[in-house]
């Protein structure tokens, strides 16, 4: 079988196996397609989707196994037994798929004692060689289940889709447990690597022995949470395997890793999860992305990127650099204080200003109130702001710039009208209403609270003006919780289940409503940050951490589960003091200039959020230039290029070395380096720049220094990078120059 790849060495061995048998008498000639499907399947592994029924149509496809897909270098082999649905990823044709025992976590299970659903295969299509769509019955149950498995084009991940619906009759069906991924890999793990953390601290790489042990990774706080993300990365002696889950309520990936290779499974964090379907109802399991990829994790990396660059909304709209009222205010914005800085803010470049937290009040009038007990009604503070926003909205307009307002869209208050008149529309957790002098989450799962949020929302957006909404998140939910005195069709679906169904269509709403609108979705910083809630806003506020150093570390964690885009960071800790009067007299550590933490804060989406009216002017250029080169050719190459860690994650103190990363266009024309010195006695750092074309001659301009043509060739081989003191940086645009 020389020439053959793995999928059609199964194919071909199915056939020449099964032409020496008589079927039904027919002989070898009367083999129908189906029944050689069928053999093929059963080679793949014992129980492979063996309970086909029905006859080939036209849309099945070409003649291929229906229980395999073939991607570059390996192939996936579908697998059902009894409950059990699995996929095995193997590499080569003497591999077989792992066997199925009683052990293994069912597709869904059933009622308080969770009882396992035996499943049958009703039908399969291919809609194309990439796609295969299984239909399943659950045995004796009015359960249906709709797995789809495609090898998305762009970059080779496997996308898994799981939807269960009720096929009618009376009967209700109790789903307390589902699994939305069950993949075996057969290379021995070397290492396992996932992103940890906390408020300030986010995305911390950690770098697991596998020989340590299983890793469970899971959110219960109702969100996808600081402590871990779902995500996950499994390095081989040659190539990665790269696991994420597309969902931003509670989760769980688990890791078990075995002398030849490892199993993942995860989806929906089964910890009080209930979800009752009725005659018509379906349920959407998690989407889950998995591939194999050659070579070390930054290759898994930039494929990753690539396809979540493809499925956010508008992904060739450029972000607009921002100013952000918050660091400077801390929740206390007043027209008095921003008018005046609109002029400054356009001196600087920046594209929109934002006003944080702070400018609203409830329905009962003014108050003293901090800023997160405000919300919920989100009527303008007249003591904050005499004349309204529309006063700022059009200095704005005026200057040039847009216009962008925060809201707490899910959060009321505890003297909100909202929450006073409506304390069905709350989240009651653990099924106890919310105490009265917290604040309360509002259950977007509830039509009537939805549509109260998004009116409410719509209006304020029209009315003032605005042209980017900061959609923020400061609470937990746990498992959330239906008010009792709603009606059983609605609190049969799992509370969060419904919260994000909610939550999804109105960033989508949101976005059709006003589409030249930015949505920025944050959870004081990097707290519900996730290919789920990405693949419907632009951005994500990264982190609520000041510091540049530590900041540097978390782009670093952040950029290996999520593009460079959606990450968006400010220059805030410069010169380092709050108008705030509770605020700290000094945020800063004094270590790195003011062009190291603006460079730190270029390495996503850029903004910048300090009191710039206490800038010297010398800081104001220095700011401006940066922004123009940001603007000028940056910013497209971070956002859409291919990104280069070329150095080790720095540690968060800054008592590294150095720090590198390197973006570079798709077309290989163009690249921009950032490279920052540490603690580290080394003044020198030569870095190889990947991804460049080696015969094309490229110009080098550094930020503030000199230019020189090289070729692609050498900067292939290494460009030294030479900085004299301690926590300086060097930023570094290549171009290729014209033929």
Known sequence: MVGLDAGEQLLFWAAAHWSNRDLSGQGAAGLKRRDLLVAGAAFGGAGALTALRGPASAQDGPADDPASLAAHGHRYVITLKGPVLSVDCLTSASQRPAAVTAHDTPLVALGAGKRPVPWTVVSWTEANAATRVITLEAAGQPLQAVVSFELDALTGFLVRRTVLRHTGGPREVDIQATLALLMSVHEPIEEIVYLTGEWLQEADIVRADPVQGAITLESRSGKTGFE????????????????????????????????????????????????????????????????????????????????????????????????????PFLGEPRAEALVPLVPIVKRLGCEAFVVDAGWYRDENGESDADWDYRT??????????????????????????????????????????????????????????????????????????????????????????????????????????????????????????????????????????????????????????????????????????????????????????????????????????????????????????????????????????????????????????????????????????????????????????????????KDGLQGVLFAFRLAGPQSRRSFALPGLRKARRYRLSFHGGAERIVTGRELAAGLNIVLDETFRSALCLVEAVRA
């Not at 040659?238 to 890791?255: D, E, K, P, R």
């Open 228 to 327: 871990f993300q779902p995500y996950v990365a499994l390095r081989t002696r040659t190539a990665t395997y790269l696991c994420q889950i597309l969902w931003s309520g509670n989760w769980m990936l688990h890791v078990g890793p075995g002398r030849a290779g490892a199993t993942l499974s995860g989806g929906f964090n089964n910890w009080e999860f209930r979800h009752r379907l009725s005659t018509g109802d379906s349920l959407d399991l998690p989407t889950v992305l998995f591939g194999r990829f050659d070579g070390p994790l930054g290759n898994a990396t930039r494929r990753l990127h690539d396809y979540r660059r493809a499925h956010r909304p508008d992904p060739e709209r450029a972000i607009p650099v921002q100013f952000n009222s918050w660091y």
């Open 376 to 665: 919920g009604d989100w009527r303008v503070s007249r003591q904050r702001f005499p004349n309204g926003l529309r006063e700022i909205s059009r200095h704005c307009r005026e200057a040039g710039l847009g216009f962008g307002l925060w809201f707490e869209p899910e959060v009321a208050g505890p003297t909100s009208s909202v929450r006073h008149n409506h304390p069905e529309w709350m989240h009651y957790i653990d099924g106890k209403p919310p105490p009265a002098n917290e604040r309360a989450v509002i259950n977007l799962g509830v039509p009537d609270a939805w549509q109260h949020v998004f009116e409410r929302i719509s209006r304020l957006l029209r009315v003032i003006g605005v042209d980017w909404m900061k959609w923020d998140f400061n609470s937990d939910l746990g498992a959330g919780g239906w008010a009792p005195s709603l009606p059983e069709t609605l609190t049969g679906q799992a509370p969060l289940v419904a919260h994000y169904d909610g939550l999804y269509r109105m960033q989508d709403a949101i976005r059709a409503a006003f589409p030249d609108l930015i949505l920025e979705m944050c959870a004081g910083g990097g707290g519900r940050m996730d290919g789920g809630i990405l693949s419907h806003a632009h951005v994500n506020w990264m982190s609520d951490q000041p510091g540049a150093l530590r900041k540097l570390a978390i782009h670093f964690g952040s950029q290996l589960a999520h593009p460079a885009v959606v990450c968006n960071d400010w220059l805030i800790d410069w010169p380092g003091k709050s108008e705030a009067p509770d605020q700290p007299p000094a945020l800063v550590d004094p270590r790195g200039d003011l062009a190291f933490r603006l460079r730190v804060a270029m390495l996503g989406t850029f903004g910048i959020s300090a009191p710039v009216h206490r800038w010297t002017e010398e800081d104001l250029a220095t700011a401006a230039a940066h922004v123009v080169s940001y603007k000028a050719g940056i910013r497209s190459i971070i956002h859409h290029g291919d990104r280069y860690a070329l150095t080790l994650p720095p540690p968060p103190d800054g008592k590294g070395d150095w720090a590198a990363l390197w973006y570079v266009a």
